[in-house]
């Protein structure tokens, strides 16, 4: 089966779909992929790439079309719109004259913000006569008010319309939380829509090579958060957490990654004079389970929102396979899973009392209750997020598509 992948994002980026494309094509399907010129996260476009280029790239065995974009920039909303924007416009224009001439099965596009990246592959799915299927990363327009970046209705109402169009122009929508499914249905029209989560990331699938992590964390009770530095992250929540926990000398927070409130945050340490929190940047994909491996527990947050709560953050899957116990400072998906796991401790969102009282009963509890934890979610893990069983299920879902045997994947699901 000769798949294609669209995403606005690929490598050298370090997006999950980069293993997800990796992993499909281990099960043996042949995939190409159309992206952009790489230029997340810190808005330049990387070295060795030009914005206003137009190339073919071959990499670990992928072939990799890339078009032109505008890099999005620092801190600019507009830049961010003209990146989105040139996107659609590159693949469709762009896009199809890269791909003359190839034949594909079926297109695959991976749509975290924004879902409008998926507007070139109904394009070229027309065009080729081909089946398309979306994996649906962020409900639209829901998660554009609920980051707060639009609030005006009418834009909203637009965008939702331009949504709409597009679930309905596919042959099926996975969506990455059961949540979703719900809200996608109501917009989709006939479409199916199917529950298919994102998988674990394969650093924590592969044996442990021996390498010396480039982070040794301080003795103590460490708790980790890695990641996006975010506005949906409730960093502050955390800041007023350790504020909370300042006299507990053992207790200290690691907050590993970089994001748009990299440098809010540290004027909040410095300004607060927090000392039992840690910021020592972002590291590389292939670090984090060193890294992970040295917690005593593993932290993810998020703002309270309806919207966002729908959401399950790629983390919790990491954090599952560190085989480490979870405090979910969250509501909704996330924290079900984590607490169906039986891999942790769930507290409200934006609670920074609940949350330093979670992180007290972790540091308290015995060993053997912490070693539990963390088996359970290695089990949980296996069962539900292993990259290569995914990658199976996904290959078998693409492929019923193309056959249209939609009923099968149905019960595939559930």
């Known amino acids: 089966m000769n798949v294609l992948v669209i995403t606005q994002y690929f490598w050298p980026e370090t997006f999950r779909i980069t293993e997800v494309v990796q992993s499909l094509r281990d099960t043996g399907c042949e ?53 989105y924007l040139s996107f659609i416009v590159s693949g469709v224009v762009f896009g199809s004259w890269l791909l003359r001439g190839q034949r594909f099965d079926v297109i695959l596009v991976y749509a975290p913000s924004p879902i ?3 507007i070139p592959a109904v394009w070229l799915a027309w065009l080729k006569n081909i089946k398309l299927v979306t994996w649906v990363q962020d409900l639209w327009p829901e998660s554009l008010s609920a980051t707060g970046f639009v609030h005006n209705q009418k834009i909203l109402i637009a965008v939702a319309a331009v949504v709409r169009w597009i679930y309905r122009k596919n042959d099926l929508l996975l969506v990455q939380s059961q949540a979703f499914v719900e809200p996608v249905l109501k917009m989709a029209d006939n479409t199916p829509v199917v529950y298919h989560p994102n998988p674990g990331e394969l650093a924590f699938s ?43 000398q053992d207790v200290r927070f690691v907050l590993v990654g ?12 410095d300004r607060l004079g927090l000392d039992n929190v840690n910021l020592p940047g972002r590291f590389s994909p292939s670090d984090m389970p060193g890294i992970l491996a040295q917690a005593s527990a593993v932290l993810v947050s998020l703002v309270k929102d ?23 400072s969250l509501d909704g998906e996330g924290a ?20 330093a ?24 893990y296996a069962q539900h997020f292993e990259p290569a069983l995914l990658a199976k299920r996904l290959a078998q879902i693409l492929s019923n598509v193309v056959r249209g045997d939609l009923p099968a994947i149905t019960d595939i699901n559930k």
């Open 357 to 380: 009282d979670a992180v007290i009963r972790l540091r308290d509890a015995l060993p053997e209750e912490l070693q539990q934890m963390a088996q359970r979610g290695l089990m949980y």
């Open 258 to 269: 970089s994001g748009s409130r990299s440098e809010w945050l540290h004027r909040e340490v």
């Open 31 to 83: 995939v190409s992929v159309l992206t952009g010129q790489p230029n997340y996260p810190d808005g330049l476009v990387h070295s060795g790439y030009s914005a206003a280029s137009l190339c073919t790239q071959i990499h670990d065995g992928l072939t990799i079309y890339r078009v032109p974009l505008v890099p999005r920039g620092r801190s600019s909303a507009l830049r961010l719109v003209l990146n």
């Open 116 to 118: 409008l990246q998926a």
């Open 206 to 248: 592969t044996p442990d090579t021996g390498q010396v992590s480039p982070l040794q964390l301080k003795p103590g009770f460490n708790i980790v958060f890695a990641g996006n530095l975010g506005t949906v992250q409730a960093l502050d929540t955390i800041l007023a957490a350790a504020q909370l926990l300042r006299d507990e």
């Open 336 to 355: 079900r899973v984590v607490m169906a796991a039986g891999a942790g401790v769930a507290c409200p969102a934006e609670d920074a009392q609940a949350l």
């Open 306 to 328: 309806p919207i966002i709560s729908q959401t399950v953050p790629s983390k919790v899957q990491a954090y599952l396979a560190a085989g480490k116990p979870i405090i979910a």
